[in-house]
Protein backbone atom coordinates (compact mmCIF):
# COMPACT_ATOMS: atom_id res chain seq x y z
CA UNK A 1 0.00 0.00 0.00
CA UNK A 2 2.58 2.30 0.67
CA UNK A 3 4.37 1.63 -2.52
CA UNK A 4 0.79 2.84 -4.00
CA UNK A 5 0.70 5.78 -2.27
CA UNK A 6 3.85 6.77 -3.20
CA UNK A 7 3.76 6.31 -6.51
CA UNK A 8 -0.16 7.44 -6.78
CA UNK A 9 1.92 11.04 -6.51
CA UNK A 10 3.31 10.99 -9.78
CA UNK A 11 0.48 9.20 -11.90
CA UNK A 12 -2.34 11.41 -13.56
CA UNK A 13 -5.70 10.98 -12.64
CA UNK A 14 -6.52 11.47 -16.81
CA UNK A 15 -3.81 8.65 -17.58
CA UNK A 16 -5.83 6.26 -15.26
CA UNK A 17 -9.47 6.86 -14.64
CA UNK A 18 -10.56 6.91 -18.70
CA UNK A 19 -13.81 9.18 -19.30
CA UNK A 20 -16.47 7.31 -20.16
CA UNK A 21 -19.57 10.14 -19.78
CA UNK A 22 -20.02 9.71 -16.13
CA UNK A 23 -16.12 9.29 -15.12
CA UNK A 24 -15.89 12.75 -17.21
CA UNK A 25 -17.84 14.57 -14.35
CA UNK A 26 -15.40 13.24 -12.08
CA UNK A 27 -12.33 14.26 -13.88
CA UNK A 28 -13.91 18.10 -14.69
CA UNK A 29 -14.67 18.06 -10.59
CA UNK A 30 -11.09 17.13 -9.83
CA UNK A 31 -9.54 19.54 -12.44
CA UNK A 32 -11.96 22.13 -10.10
CA UNK A 33 -10.60 21.23 -7.24
CA UNK A 34 -6.92 21.29 -8.25
CA UNK A 35 -6.45 18.00 -7.52
CA UNK A 36 -3.92 16.20 -10.73
CA UNK A 37 -2.49 13.25 -9.42
CA UNK A 38 -4.47 9.85 -7.82
CA UNK A 39 -2.67 10.29 -4.44
CA UNK A 40 -5.16 13.60 -4.51
CA UNK A 41 -8.65 11.16 -4.83
CA UNK A 42 -8.64 11.03 -0.89
CA UNK A 43 -11.75 10.55 1.14
CA UNK A 44 -12.15 13.90 1.50
CA UNK A 45 -12.27 14.25 -2.03
CA UNK A 46 -14.82 11.79 -2.77
CA UNK A 47 -16.69 12.54 0.84
CA UNK A 48 -17.18 16.45 -1.37
CA UNK A 49 -18.06 14.54 -4.58
CA UNK A 50 -20.47 12.53 -3.27
CA UNK A 51 -22.55 15.81 -2.08
CA UNK A 52 -22.47 16.79 -5.88
CA UNK A 53 -25.83 16.74 -7.54
CA UNK A 54 -26.04 12.97 -9.33
CA UNK A 55 -23.45 11.16 -7.74
CA UNK A 56 -24.31 8.45 -5.02
CA UNK A 57 -23.03 5.48 -3.46
CA UNK A 58 -22.50 3.35 -6.58
CA UNK A 59 -20.55 6.57 -8.55
CA UNK A 60 -18.03 6.73 -5.62
CA UNK A 61 -17.41 2.75 -5.33
CA UNK A 62 -16.81 2.87 -9.15
CA UNK A 63 -13.87 5.44 -8.48
CA UNK A 64 -12.62 3.04 -5.38
CA UNK A 65 -12.82 0.08 -7.73
CA UNK A 66 -10.29 2.06 -10.54
CA UNK A 67 -7.93 2.99 -7.63
CA UNK A 68 -7.90 -0.74 -6.56
CA UNK A 69 -7.23 -2.04 -10.11
CA UNK A 70 -4.05 0.04 -10.08
CA UNK A 71 -2.73 -1.26 -6.59
CA UNK A 72 -3.75 -4.69 -8.23
CA UNK A 73 -1.59 -4.29 -11.14
CA UNK A 74 1.42 -3.42 -9.30
CA UNK A 75 1.15 -5.99 -6.94
CA UNK A 76 0.66 -9.04 -10.10
CA UNK A 77 3.35 -7.67 -11.77
CA UNK A 78 5.93 -8.76 -8.92
CA UNK A 79 5.12 -12.21 -9.87
CA UNK A 80 6.59 -12.02 -13.10
CA UNK A 81 10.49 -12.62 -12.07
CA UNK A 82 11.88 -12.34 -15.77
CA UNK A 83 10.66 -8.81 -15.83
CA UNK A 84 11.25 -7.90 -12.29
CA UNK A 85 15.22 -8.55 -12.54
CA UNK A 86 15.64 -6.86 -15.89
CA UNK A 87 17.41 -3.37 -15.99
CA UNK A 88 15.29 -0.49 -16.96
CA UNK A 89 17.78 1.33 -18.29
CA UNK A 90 17.79 -0.78 -21.20
CA UNK A 91 14.13 -0.67 -21.49
CA UNK A 92 13.75 2.80 -21.21
CA UNK A 93 16.15 2.95 -23.58
CA UNK A 94 15.90 7.13 -24.28
CA UNK A 95 15.47 8.29 -20.65
CA UNK A 96 19.78 7.79 -20.86
CA UNK A 97 20.52 8.73 -17.23
CA UNK A 98 18.48 5.57 -15.43
CA UNK A 99 21.66 3.06 -14.65
CA UNK A 100 21.09 -0.16 -12.58
CA UNK A 101 17.70 -0.22 -11.57
CA UNK A 102 15.72 -3.49 -11.76
CA UNK A 103 12.12 -3.61 -11.79
CA UNK A 104 11.70 -5.21 -8.52
CA UNK A 105 14.04 -2.06 -6.82
CA UNK A 106 11.38 0.20 -8.93
CA UNK A 107 8.52 -1.39 -7.08
CA UNK A 108 9.54 -0.54 -3.53
CA UNK A 109 11.14 2.23 -4.08
CA UNK A 110 11.14 5.28 -1.14
CA UNK A 111 10.76 8.87 -1.65
CA UNK A 112 14.30 9.71 -1.44
CA UNK A 113 15.16 6.74 -4.17
CA UNK A 114 12.59 8.65 -6.63
CA UNK A 115 13.66 12.09 -6.06
CA UNK A 116 16.74 11.01 -6.73
CA UNK A 117 16.38 9.98 -10.82
CA UNK A 118 15.52 13.30 -11.73
CA UNK A 119 12.96 12.17 -13.67
CA UNK A 120 9.76 14.73 -15.00
CA UNK A 121 6.69 13.27 -14.01
CA UNK A 122 6.09 11.91 -17.46
CA UNK A 123 8.88 9.62 -17.60
CA UNK A 124 7.98 8.22 -14.06
CA UNK A 125 4.36 7.69 -15.74
CA UNK A 126 6.02 5.67 -18.80
CA UNK A 127 8.27 3.33 -16.46
CA UNK A 128 4.96 2.76 -14.38
CA UNK A 129 3.31 2.25 -18.03
CA UNK A 130 5.86 -0.14 -19.01
CA UNK A 131 6.63 -2.31 -15.83
CA UNK A 132 2.47 -2.61 -15.72
CA UNK A 133 1.96 -3.68 -18.87
CA UNK A 134 4.65 -5.78 -19.86
CA UNK A 135 4.01 -9.56 -19.87
CA UNK A 136 6.82 -12.06 -20.44
CA UNK A 137 7.18 -13.47 -23.47
CA UNK A 138 5.68 -17.51 -22.09
CA UNK A 139 2.09 -15.11 -21.26
CA UNK A 140 2.07 -13.21 -24.41
CA UNK A 141 2.04 -16.28 -25.90
CA UNK A 142 -0.59 -17.74 -23.76
CA UNK A 143 -2.63 -14.93 -24.65
CA UNK A 144 -2.51 -15.62 -28.37
CA UNK A 145 -3.56 -19.32 -27.59
CA UNK A 146 -6.34 -18.10 -25.44
CA UNK A 147 -7.23 -15.60 -27.99
CA UNK A 148 -7.19 -18.13 -31.13
CA UNK A 149 -9.22 -20.96 -32.03
CA UNK A 150 -7.35 -24.09 -33.46
CA UNK A 151 -8.89 -23.66 -36.70
CA UNK A 152 -7.58 -19.80 -36.41
CA UNK A 153 -4.32 -21.08 -36.01
CA UNK A 154 -4.12 -24.11 -38.70
CA UNK A 155 -5.56 -21.03 -40.89
CA UNK A 156 -2.05 -18.76 -40.19
CA UNK A 157 0.03 -22.13 -40.11
CA UNK A 158 -1.42 -23.12 -43.51
CA UNK A 159 -0.99 -19.48 -45.28
CA UNK A 160 2.98 -18.65 -43.16
CA UNK A 161 4.30 -21.74 -42.82
CA UNK A 162 3.33 -24.65 -45.38
CA UNK A 163 2.37 -21.46 -48.30
CA UNK A 164 -1.09 -22.60 -49.02
CA UNK A 165 -3.23 -20.22 -51.17
CA UNK A 166 -6.42 -18.71 -50.01
CA UNK A 167 -8.37 -20.28 -52.51
CA UNK A 168 -6.63 -24.08 -51.37
CA UNK A 169 -7.43 -23.21 -47.62
CA UNK A 170 -11.12 -21.80 -48.30
CA UNK A 171 -11.71 -25.41 -50.41
CA UNK A 172 -10.49 -27.15 -47.19
CA UNK A 173 -13.17 -25.24 -44.79
CA UNK A 174 -15.68 -24.95 -47.93
CA UNK A 175 -15.75 -20.91 -47.85
CA UNK A 176 -14.42 -18.56 -50.74
CA UNK A 177 -11.37 -17.27 -51.30
CA UNK A 178 -12.64 -13.71 -50.38
CA UNK A 179 -14.45 -14.93 -47.17
CA UNK A 180 -10.76 -16.77 -46.35
CA UNK A 181 -8.88 -13.46 -47.14
CA UNK A 182 -11.06 -11.53 -44.33
CA UNK A 183 -10.63 -14.07 -41.68
CA UNK A 184 -6.82 -14.15 -42.89
CA UNK A 185 -7.02 -9.92 -42.23
CA UNK A 186 -8.85 -10.43 -38.80
CA UNK A 187 -6.59 -12.75 -37.18
CA UNK A 188 -3.66 -10.79 -37.69
CA UNK A 189 -4.94 -7.58 -36.17
CA UNK A 190 -6.02 -9.72 -33.59
CA UNK A 191 -2.05 -10.79 -33.07
CA UNK A 192 -0.68 -7.52 -33.43
CA UNK A 193 -2.98 -6.16 -30.81
CA UNK A 194 -2.57 -8.68 -28.38
CA UNK A 195 1.90 -7.53 -29.34
CA UNK A 196 1.20 -4.28 -28.36
CA UNK A 197 -0.65 -5.03 -25.46
CA UNK A 198 1.66 -7.27 -24.06
CA UNK A 199 5.03 -4.79 -25.15
CA UNK A 200 6.43 -7.97 -26.73
CA UNK A 201 8.91 -5.95 -28.25
CA UNK A 202 10.02 -5.55 -24.46
CA UNK A 203 9.88 -9.32 -23.45
CA UNK A 204 11.61 -10.15 -26.13
CA UNK A 205 14.44 -7.59 -25.20
CA UNK A 206 14.59 -9.16 -21.89
CA UNK A 207 14.51 -12.66 -23.13
CA UNK A 208 17.54 -12.30 -25.48
CA UNK A 209 19.21 -10.16 -22.92
CA UNK A 210 19.21 -7.36 -24.80
CA UNK A 211 21.25 -8.29 -27.59
CA UNK A 212 21.54 -5.93 -30.37
CA UNK A 213 20.57 -8.67 -32.49
CA UNK A 214 18.17 -11.83 -32.47
CA UNK A 215 18.77 -14.92 -35.49
CA UNK A 216 15.99 -16.47 -36.49
CA UNK A 217 16.83 -19.69 -35.25
CA UNK A 218 17.09 -17.79 -31.56
CA UNK A 219 13.49 -16.49 -32.78
CA UNK A 220 11.80 -20.20 -33.31
CA UNK A 221 13.42 -21.56 -30.14
CA UNK A 222 12.32 -19.08 -28.05
CA UNK A 223 8.56 -19.32 -29.45
CA UNK A 224 8.88 -22.76 -29.79
CA UNK A 225 7.51 -25.50 -32.18
CA UNK A 226 3.86 -24.59 -31.64
CA UNK A 227 4.26 -21.21 -31.97
CA UNK A 228 6.63 -21.21 -35.52
CA UNK A 229 3.69 -19.33 -37.53
CA UNK A 230 4.01 -16.10 -35.06
CA UNK A 231 8.26 -15.72 -36.20
CA UNK A 232 7.12 -16.25 -39.66
CA UNK A 233 4.69 -13.38 -39.27
CA UNK A 234 6.80 -10.72 -37.52
CA UNK A 235 9.79 -11.75 -40.15
CA UNK A 236 7.14 -10.66 -43.54
CA UNK A 237 7.30 -7.56 -41.24
CA UNK A 238 3.15 -7.71 -41.21
CA UNK A 239 3.18 -5.23 -38.69
CA UNK A 240 4.13 -1.95 -39.90
CA UNK A 241 2.29 0.96 -38.11
CA UNK A 242 5.27 3.65 -38.00
CA UNK A 243 5.62 3.87 -34.14
CA UNK A 244 5.26 -0.13 -33.53
CA UNK A 245 6.72 -0.99 -36.72
CA UNK A 246 10.63 0.55 -35.65
CA UNK A 247 9.46 -0.05 -31.91
CA UNK A 248 9.47 -3.68 -32.09
CA UNK A 249 11.23 -4.73 -35.72
CA UNK A 250 14.28 -2.67 -33.79
CA UNK A 251 14.63 -5.44 -31.37
CA UNK A 252 14.21 -8.28 -33.96
CA UNK A 253 16.56 -7.78 -36.35
CA UNK A 254 17.41 -10.53 -39.47
CA UNK A 255 20.56 -9.63 -41.93
CA UNK A 256 21.94 -7.42 -39.83
CA UNK A 257 18.79 -4.91 -39.86
CA UNK A 258 20.18 -2.12 -37.31
CA UNK A 259 21.98 0.06 -40.05
CA UNK A 260 18.24 0.18 -41.93
CA UNK A 261 16.51 1.27 -38.24
CA UNK A 262 19.73 4.14 -37.68
CA UNK A 263 18.57 5.68 -41.48
CA UNK A 264 14.90 4.97 -41.28
CA UNK A 265 14.78 7.20 -38.24
CA UNK A 266 16.79 9.76 -39.69
CA UNK A 267 14.98 10.39 -42.05
CA UNK A 268 12.37 13.48 -42.22
CA UNK A 269 9.08 12.64 -42.87
CA UNK A 270 6.39 15.27 -43.44
CA UNK A 271 2.82 16.00 -44.51
CA UNK A 272 3.78 16.01 -48.13
CA UNK A 273 5.92 14.00 -49.42
CA UNK A 274 7.04 14.54 -53.16
CA UNK A 275 8.32 12.10 -55.98
CA UNK A 276 12.10 13.42 -54.70
CA UNK A 277 11.50 12.61 -51.21
CA UNK A 278 10.12 9.07 -51.94
CA UNK A 279 13.27 8.51 -54.20
CA UNK A 280 15.65 9.57 -51.37
CA UNK A 281 14.02 6.77 -49.20
CA UNK A 282 14.20 4.16 -51.73
CA UNK A 283 17.86 5.21 -52.51
CA UNK A 284 18.40 5.53 -48.65
CA UNK A 285 17.54 1.48 -48.39
CA UNK A 286 18.58 0.12 -52.14
CA UNK A 287 21.71 -1.26 -50.70
CA UNK A 288 19.55 -4.07 -48.77
CA UNK A 289 18.55 -7.27 -50.29
CA UNK A 290 15.86 -7.92 -48.16
CA UNK A 291 13.78 -4.71 -48.32
CA UNK A 292 11.80 -4.65 -52.07
CA UNK A 293 10.63 -1.23 -53.46
CA UNK A 294 7.27 -2.95 -52.84
CA UNK A 295 8.01 -3.13 -49.20
CA UNK A 296 9.32 0.59 -49.50
CA UNK A 297 5.59 1.72 -50.90
CA UNK A 298 4.21 -0.97 -47.99
CA UNK A 299 6.17 1.60 -45.29
CA UNK A 300 5.18 4.70 -46.99
CA UNK A 301 1.13 4.01 -47.42
CA UNK A 302 1.01 2.17 -43.28
CA UNK A 303 2.91 5.70 -42.73
CA UNK A 304 -0.60 7.23 -43.93
CA UNK A 305 1.13 8.61 -47.15
CA UNK A 306 -1.74 8.23 -50.33
CA UNK A 307 -0.27 9.07 -53.45
CA UNK A 308 -1.94 12.26 -55.35
CA UNK A 309 -1.14 12.54 -58.36
CA UNK A 310 2.87 13.80 -58.32
CA UNK A 311 2.97 13.76 -54.53
CA UNK A 312 2.00 11.51 -51.55
CA UNK A 313 0.22 12.86 -48.53
CA UNK A 314 -1.29 12.01 -45.72
CA UNK A 315 -4.74 10.57 -45.13
CA UNK A 316 -6.64 11.07 -47.67
CA UNK A 317 -9.56 13.55 -49.80
CA UNK A 318 -10.12 16.71 -51.20
CA UNK A 319 -8.72 18.58 -48.24
CA UNK A 320 -4.96 17.21 -48.61
CA UNK A 321 -4.69 17.80 -52.56
CA UNK A 322 -6.20 20.99 -51.84
CA UNK A 323 -3.21 22.03 -48.97
CA UNK A 324 -0.95 20.53 -50.92
CA UNK A 325 -1.75 23.24 -54.21
CA UNK A 326 -1.78 26.05 -51.88
CA UNK A 327 1.39 25.18 -49.96
CA UNK A 328 3.28 23.95 -53.07
CA UNK A 329 2.16 25.95 -56.05
CA UNK A 330 0.00 29.34 -55.12
CA UNK A 331 2.05 31.78 -54.31
CA UNK A 332 -0.09 34.91 -54.76
CA UNK A 333 -3.53 35.47 -53.19
CA UNK A 334 -5.98 33.50 -54.85
CA UNK A 335 -9.82 34.18 -55.45
CA UNK A 336 -12.22 31.26 -55.38
CA UNK A 337 -15.37 32.23 -56.77
CA UNK A 338 -17.98 30.81 -59.41
CA UNK A 339 -15.92 32.68 -62.08
CA UNK A 340 -12.61 31.31 -61.38
CA UNK A 341 -13.16 27.65 -60.28
CA UNK A 342 -12.59 26.25 -63.20
CA UNK A 343 -9.58 27.24 -64.22
CA UNK A 344 -8.57 26.64 -60.27
CA UNK A 345 -9.52 23.02 -60.63
CA UNK A 346 -8.07 22.78 -63.74
CA UNK A 347 -4.56 24.36 -62.65
CA UNK A 348 -4.80 21.66 -59.76
CA UNK A 349 -5.26 18.82 -62.20
CA UNK A 350 -2.88 19.75 -64.59
CA UNK A 351 0.08 20.75 -62.78
CA UNK A 352 -0.60 17.56 -59.74
CA UNK A 353 -1.69 15.16 -62.19
CA UNK A 354 -5.27 14.90 -60.08
CA UNK A 355 -8.59 14.16 -60.93
CA UNK A 356 -10.58 17.00 -58.74
CA UNK A 357 -14.32 16.48 -59.48
CA UNK A 358 -12.88 15.88 -62.26
CA UNK A 359 -16.89 14.72 -62.94
CA UNK A 360 -18.63 18.09 -62.37
CA UNK A 361 -16.14 19.82 -64.46
CA UNK A 362 -16.88 17.57 -67.67
CA UNK A 363 -20.75 18.78 -67.22
CA UNK A 364 -20.33 22.32 -65.78
CA UNK A 365 -23.02 24.51 -65.22
CA UNK A 366 -24.12 28.00 -64.09
CA UNK A 367 -25.00 25.78 -60.60
CA UNK A 368 -22.01 23.56 -60.33
CA UNK A 369 -19.79 26.31 -60.38
CA UNK A 370 -21.42 28.20 -57.34
CA UNK A 371 -22.18 24.63 -56.01
CA UNK A 372 -18.36 24.02 -56.29
CA UNK A 373 -17.01 27.49 -55.48
CA UNK A 374 -18.86 26.76 -51.99
CA UNK A 375 -17.50 23.39 -52.00
CA UNK A 376 -13.63 24.45 -51.72
CA UNK A 377 -14.41 27.15 -49.15
CA UNK A 378 -15.67 25.16 -46.99
CA UNK A 379 -12.73 23.07 -47.62
CA UNK A 380 -10.11 25.60 -47.37
CA UNK A 381 -11.79 26.97 -44.06
CA UNK A 382 -10.94 23.50 -42.14
CA UNK A 383 -7.13 23.74 -43.41
CA UNK A 384 -4.71 25.05 -40.74
CA UNK A 385 -2.71 27.69 -42.12
CA UNK A 386 -4.72 29.22 -45.06
CA UNK A 387 -6.21 32.37 -44.71
CA UNK A 388 -7.96 34.79 -46.29
CA UNK A 389 -6.67 38.02 -47.82
CA UNK A 390 -10.20 39.51 -48.80
CA UNK A 391 -13.56 38.43 -48.90
CA UNK A 392 -13.47 34.78 -50.92
CA UNK A 393 -9.72 35.02 -51.65
CA UNK A 394 -7.01 32.60 -49.55
CA UNK A 395 -3.27 32.00 -49.76
CA UNK A 396 -1.24 29.88 -47.25
CA UNK A 397 0.44 31.91 -43.82
CA UNK A 398 3.90 31.10 -44.78
CA UNK A 399 3.28 33.15 -48.03
CA UNK A 400 2.55 36.28 -46.51
CA UNK A 401 5.13 38.62 -45.52
CA UNK A 402 4.52 40.97 -42.49
CA UNK A 403 6.78 41.31 -39.46
CA UNK A 404 5.59 38.59 -36.95
CA UNK A 405 7.37 39.98 -34.18
CA UNK A 406 5.93 43.40 -33.77
CA UNK A 407 2.38 41.62 -34.56
CA UNK A 408 2.71 39.73 -31.96
CA UNK A 409 3.46 43.07 -29.53
CA UNK A 410 0.45 44.20 -30.85
CA UNK A 411 -1.52 41.88 -28.43
CA UNK A 412 -2.45 44.14 -25.31
CA UNK A 413 -3.20 46.85 -27.69
CA UNK A 414 -6.06 45.10 -29.77
CA UNK A 415 -7.34 43.43 -26.82
CA UNK A 416 -7.60 46.85 -24.98
CA UNK A 417 -10.16 47.57 -27.50
CA UNK A 418 -13.06 45.77 -26.05
CA UNK A 419 -12.48 42.29 -23.63
CA UNK A 420 -15.05 40.32 -25.20
CA UNK A 421 -14.66 40.31 -28.88
CA UNK A 422 -12.40 41.36 -31.45
CA UNK A 423 -13.95 43.34 -34.19
CA UNK A 424 -11.34 43.12 -36.87
CA UNK A 425 -12.97 45.66 -38.66
CA UNK A 426 -13.12 47.88 -35.96
CA UNK A 427 -9.31 47.03 -35.37
CA UNK A 428 -7.87 47.60 -38.57
CA UNK A 429 -9.32 51.02 -38.96
CA UNK A 430 -8.01 51.99 -35.58
CA UNK A 431 -4.97 50.54 -36.31
CA UNK A 432 -4.61 50.38 -39.79
CA UNK A 433 -1.10 52.61 -40.43
CA UNK A 434 0.47 50.55 -38.10
CA UNK A 435 -1.00 47.33 -39.48
CA UNK A 436 0.32 48.57 -42.85
CA UNK A 437 3.59 49.19 -41.92
CA UNK A 438 4.75 45.43 -40.58
CA UNK A 439 3.01 44.18 -43.79
CA UNK A 440 -0.89 44.08 -43.15
CA UNK A 441 -3.32 45.42 -45.49
CA UNK A 442 -6.89 44.32 -44.77
CA UNK A 443 -9.16 43.42 -42.19
CA UNK A 444 -9.38 39.67 -43.47
CA UNK A 445 -5.78 39.55 -43.14
CA UNK A 446 -5.65 41.06 -39.80
CA UNK A 447 -8.95 38.65 -38.52
CA UNK A 448 -7.26 35.25 -39.84
CA UNK A 449 -3.79 36.36 -38.35
CA UNK A 450 -4.85 37.26 -34.82
CA UNK A 451 -7.12 33.54 -34.78
CA UNK A 452 -3.85 31.89 -36.36
CA UNK A 453 -1.39 33.03 -33.65
CA UNK A 454 -4.07 33.93 -30.61
CA UNK A 455 -7.16 31.26 -30.81
CA UNK A 456 -5.53 28.44 -28.01
CA UNK A 457 -4.27 31.65 -25.93
CA UNK A 458 -7.32 33.34 -25.99
CA UNK A 459 -10.17 30.50 -26.38
CA UNK A 460 -11.09 32.34 -29.69
CA UNK A 461 -14.36 31.49 -31.60
CA UNK A 462 -15.85 32.54 -34.76
CA UNK A 463 -19.31 32.26 -33.95
CA UNK A 464 -20.25 31.81 -36.90
CA UNK A 465 -19.17 35.50 -37.85
CA UNK A 466 -16.23 35.27 -40.14
CA UNK A 467 -15.54 38.87 -38.67
CA UNK A 468 -15.66 38.95 -35.52
CA UNK A 469 -13.88 36.87 -32.98
CA UNK A 470 -15.48 35.93 -29.56
CA UNK A 471 -12.79 36.01 -26.71
CA UNK A 472 -13.69 33.11 -24.29
CA UNK A 473 -17.04 32.01 -23.74
CA UNK A 474 -20.08 32.79 -26.23
CA UNK A 475 -22.85 34.60 -25.47
CA UNK A 476 -24.67 33.49 -28.29
CA UNK A 477 -24.80 30.19 -29.75
CA UNK A 478 -25.17 29.41 -33.84
CA UNK A 479 -24.67 25.59 -33.19
CA UNK A 480 -27.81 25.33 -30.72
CA UNK A 481 -29.41 28.32 -33.21
CA UNK A 482 -28.52 25.73 -36.24
CA UNK A 483 -29.89 22.65 -34.17
CA UNK A 484 -33.36 24.35 -32.97
CA UNK A 485 -33.54 25.05 -36.75
CA UNK A 486 -33.90 21.93 -38.41
CA UNK A 487 -35.60 20.45 -35.37
CA UNK A 488 -38.32 22.94 -35.99
CA UNK A 489 -38.29 22.27 -40.21
CA UNK A 490 -38.59 18.20 -38.74
CA UNK A 491 -36.92 16.99 -41.96
CA UNK A 492 -33.45 16.64 -43.28
CA UNK A 493 -32.89 20.23 -45.30
CA UNK A 494 -30.39 20.95 -47.75
CA UNK A 495 -27.12 23.07 -46.68
CA UNK A 496 -27.96 25.91 -49.65
CA UNK A 497 -32.01 26.18 -48.18
CA UNK A 498 -30.47 26.76 -44.51
CA UNK A 499 -27.89 29.48 -45.71
CA UNK A 500 -30.40 31.59 -47.50
CA UNK A 501 -32.97 31.03 -44.25
CA UNK A 502 -30.55 31.91 -41.46
CA UNK A 503 -27.92 34.05 -43.96
CA UNK A 504 -24.72 31.76 -42.60
CA UNK A 505 -21.35 31.95 -44.97
CA UNK A 506 -20.46 28.08 -46.20
CA UNK A 507 -17.53 28.92 -43.43
CA UNK A 508 -20.44 29.84 -40.99
CA UNK A 509 -22.44 26.88 -41.79
CA UNK A 510 -19.60 24.24 -41.84
CA UNK A 511 -18.01 25.29 -38.35
CA UNK A 512 -21.79 25.17 -36.98
CA UNK A 513 -21.80 21.73 -37.74
CA UNK A 514 -18.40 20.64 -36.97
CA UNK A 515 -19.26 21.80 -33.74
CA UNK A 516 -22.58 20.33 -33.02
CA UNK A 517 -22.83 16.57 -31.53
CA UNK A 518 -26.35 16.77 -32.95
CA UNK A 519 -25.99 17.22 -36.74
CA UNK A 520 -25.71 14.27 -39.23
CA UNK A 521 -24.85 14.91 -42.96
CA UNK A 522 -26.85 12.54 -44.85
CA UNK A 523 -24.43 13.24 -48.15
CA UNK A 524 -22.76 15.88 -49.09
CA UNK A 525 -25.39 19.00 -49.68
CA UNK A 526 -28.29 17.52 -46.92
CA UNK A 527 -27.95 17.75 -42.80
CA UNK A 528 -30.08 16.43 -40.19
CA UNK A 529 -30.22 15.63 -36.83
CA UNK A 530 -29.28 11.98 -35.14
CA UNK A 531 -32.72 11.36 -34.10
CA UNK A 532 -33.75 11.02 -38.27
CA UNK A 533 -31.53 8.25 -38.63
CA UNK A 534 -33.48 5.23 -38.58
CA UNK A 535 -31.12 2.93 -36.96
CA UNK A 536 -32.91 0.39 -33.68
CA UNK A 537 -30.83 0.16 -30.61
CA UNK A 538 -29.41 -3.26 -32.28
CA UNK A 539 -28.51 -1.87 -35.12
CA UNK A 540 -26.08 1.09 -33.19
CA UNK A 541 -25.08 -1.53 -31.01
CA UNK A 542 -23.54 -3.80 -33.78
CA UNK A 543 -22.14 -0.41 -35.59
CA UNK A 544 -20.59 0.18 -32.75
CA UNK A 545 -18.77 -3.18 -32.13
CA UNK A 546 -17.54 -2.78 -35.98
CA UNK A 547 -16.27 0.49 -36.05
CA UNK A 548 -14.07 -0.82 -32.57
CA UNK A 549 -13.61 -4.00 -34.49
CA UNK A 550 -11.84 -1.73 -37.63
CA UNK A 551 -9.98 0.62 -36.02
CA UNK A 552 -6.55 0.22 -36.93
CA UNK A 553 -3.48 2.15 -35.31
CA UNK A 554 -6.25 4.79 -34.49
CA UNK A 555 -7.55 5.38 -37.87
CA UNK A 556 -10.47 4.24 -39.56
CA UNK A 557 -11.24 4.13 -43.39
CA UNK A 558 -14.98 4.56 -44.06
CA UNK A 559 -15.06 3.42 -47.14
CA UNK A 560 -13.81 0.10 -46.12
CA UNK A 561 -16.08 0.24 -43.17
CA UNK A 562 -18.73 1.12 -45.84
CA UNK A 563 -18.07 -2.44 -47.52
CA UNK A 564 -18.43 -4.71 -44.46
CA UNK A 565 -21.44 -3.17 -43.18
CA UNK A 566 -23.30 -3.33 -47.13
CA UNK A 567 -21.54 -7.41 -46.44
CA UNK A 568 -23.16 -7.40 -42.78
CA UNK A 569 -26.79 -9.15 -42.42
CA UNK A 570 -27.20 -7.57 -39.56
CA UNK A 571 -27.21 -4.10 -41.20
CA UNK A 572 -30.32 -5.56 -43.77
CA UNK A 573 -32.73 -3.33 -42.36
CA UNK A 574 -30.37 -0.23 -41.53
CA UNK A 575 -29.52 -0.47 -45.41
CA UNK A 576 -32.77 -0.48 -46.72
CA UNK A 577 -34.28 2.72 -44.61
CA UNK A 578 -31.26 4.98 -44.89
CA UNK A 579 -29.24 5.65 -48.06
CA UNK A 580 -25.69 4.27 -47.21
CA UNK A 581 -22.80 6.73 -48.18
CA UNK A 582 -19.24 8.22 -46.93
CA UNK A 583 -20.76 11.45 -45.36
CA UNK A 584 -23.70 9.57 -43.62
CA UNK A 585 -21.46 6.78 -42.16
CA UNK A 586 -18.74 9.26 -41.35
CA UNK A 587 -21.16 11.16 -39.33
CA UNK A 588 -22.11 8.28 -37.33
CA UNK A 589 -19.03 7.22 -36.56
CA UNK A 590 -18.03 10.95 -35.47
CA UNK A 591 -21.10 11.03 -33.04
CA UNK A 592 -21.12 7.49 -31.57
CA UNK A 593 -16.83 7.99 -31.19
CA UNK A 594 -16.28 12.05 -30.80
CA UNK A 595 -12.78 10.74 -30.14
CA UNK A 596 -12.22 10.85 -33.84
CA UNK A 597 -11.80 13.42 -36.12
CA UNK A 598 -11.34 13.74 -40.45
CA UNK A 599 -13.31 14.51 -43.64
CA UNK A 600 -15.44 11.72 -45.24
CA UNK A 601 -12.59 9.34 -46.49
CA UNK A 602 -10.81 8.85 -42.82
CA UNK A 603 -10.76 9.19 -39.13
CA UNK A 604 -8.22 9.31 -36.69
CA UNK A 605 -8.67 8.97 -33.18
CA UNK A 606 -7.82 12.17 -31.05
CA UNK A 607 -7.22 12.08 -27.28
CA UNK A 608 -10.16 14.13 -25.58
CA UNK A 609 -8.18 14.35 -22.31
CA UNK A 610 -4.64 15.23 -22.24
Known sequence: MSTYKLWCNYLRIDRFIYPDEKKLKFLNFCEENNAIYLSEIDEELLSKYSKVPGVGPGRIADIKNDLSEIIERFSKQKTYKKIVDC??????????????????????????????????????????????????????????KATLSSEDIQLLVDRLENNKTLEEIGNLRNISRERTRQIEIKLKQTIANVFKNTNLNIALKIEADFKDEISLNEMFHLFGKDYRFLVSFLKRNEIFSRPFYIDFLDLF?????????????SLEF????????????????????WIT??????????????????YYVQNSGYKDILELYFVKLVSHPLRVDENTIKLIIEDINSKLDYNLYAEEIKNITENTTVYLARRLEGLLSRIDGIIMTDSRTYIHINKIKYNVEEFLNLKDTILSFNENYIDSIAVYKNLENILNNIGI????????????????ELNLSTNGNSRV?????????????????IEGEAKILEKSYIQEKLNYSNVSLNNAIDNSNKIISFDRSFIGLINFVNMNNSEIDLFKSMVI???????????ELISKINLNKGFKNFIKKNEINKYFIASLVRYYFPEFKGGCNLLSKKNIIK
Open 549 to 559: WNENDGNISIP
Open 87 to 144: HLDKIIFNIKHIEGITIGEFLSYTQDDIDSLNLSNNDLERIYEICTTTLPLEETLKKI
Open 270 to 289: TNILTTENVKTIRSSFKSFK
Open 253 to 265: LFDRRERFFKIFY
Open 441 to 456: YSDHVFYSLFKHHFAA
Open 293 to 310: QDEIEKIITKLGYEKHGK
Open 469 to 485: LTIGEQGFNRVEELEKF
